[in-house]
């Protein structure tokens, strides 16, 4: 069974640009969260999506934003990118409210230069 | 808000050698997850304890939930090197958004 899927691996974005990184949940998962993992700030929760809608959200100003597609994979858009943004974004899925768990992908790394 | 506090947030133990691993929080929950992270790699689930009382076990590593004390602890038996890692407590706050500890940083060392 694959796992949760992320891409790019790496990215590098110039300040007050815009970033968008993709996530593929597991199979069968409809529910995706993103979390924000920065050094120094360690890890919080950005966002969860389920059935293609915003279900919650974490303490981040709105120009973090993202979507989830009839597919449930999701999207996580970063705009007006500021230096403090650099950090690893994780996404994960849960095939319920947690009871088995939630599995994270490898990551997407985002450095602002 | 809900606060997680790990501690120690860094540990140096000999192979062989036992060790708690201590994670409290601050507020009602009964879902408690424990996650192992090594450098640069993503989160691997290790434990889910859903109820007060659970305790899990997966070879090395035994993890307990008590939710009237709100501590969950993750026990080292006989370390060894392939432990090293950081490990992470999370806590399910509701609404499916996980507050996690600050890590705790293990050095197994032979």
């Known amino acids: 069974e694959a796992g949760v899927t992320q891409s790019p691996t790496h990215l590098i974005k110039t300040r007050g640009q815009q970033a968008t990184l993709r996530c593929s949940p597991i199979s069968g998962h409809t529910s995706v969260y993103w979390y924000q993992q920065a050094l120094g700030l360690g890890l919080q929760f950005l966002l969860w999506y389920d059935e293609g809608e915003e279900r919650n959200r974490g303490n981040f100003p709105p120009r973090f934003s993202g979507r989830q597609f009839p597919n449930y994979s999701s999207e996580l858009n970063v705009n007006a990118l500021e230096l403090e943004d650099s950090a690893l974004y994780l996404c994960a899925s849960s095939l319920d409210q947690g009871s088995y768990g939630y599995t994270f992908g490898s990551g997407t790394r985002l450095t602002v230069v | 808000e809900l606060k997680v506090e790990q501690n120690p947030l860094f540990l140096s133990m000999q192979e062989g050698k036992n060790y708690t691993i201590y994670c409290n929080y601050s507020?009602?929950?009964?879902?408690l997850y424990w996650y192992r992270q090594d450098p640069g790699k993503s989160l691997e689930s290790l434990f889910v304890?859903?109820?007060?009382?659970a305790v899990k076990q997966e070879g090395r590593l035994m993890a307990s939930l008590d939710t009237k004390a709100r501590l969950s602890t993750l026990h080292i038996t006989a370390a060894v090197h392939d432990l090293s890692a950081t490990y992470f407590c999370?806590?399910?706050?509701?609404?499916?958004?996980?507050?996690f500890g600050s890590g705790t940083r293990l050095q197994v060392q032979p």
């Open positions: 999370a806590v399910d706050t509701g609404r499916r958004a996980l507050t």
């Open positions: 304890l859903l109820s007060n009382g």
């Open positions: 507020t009602t929950s009964d879902r």
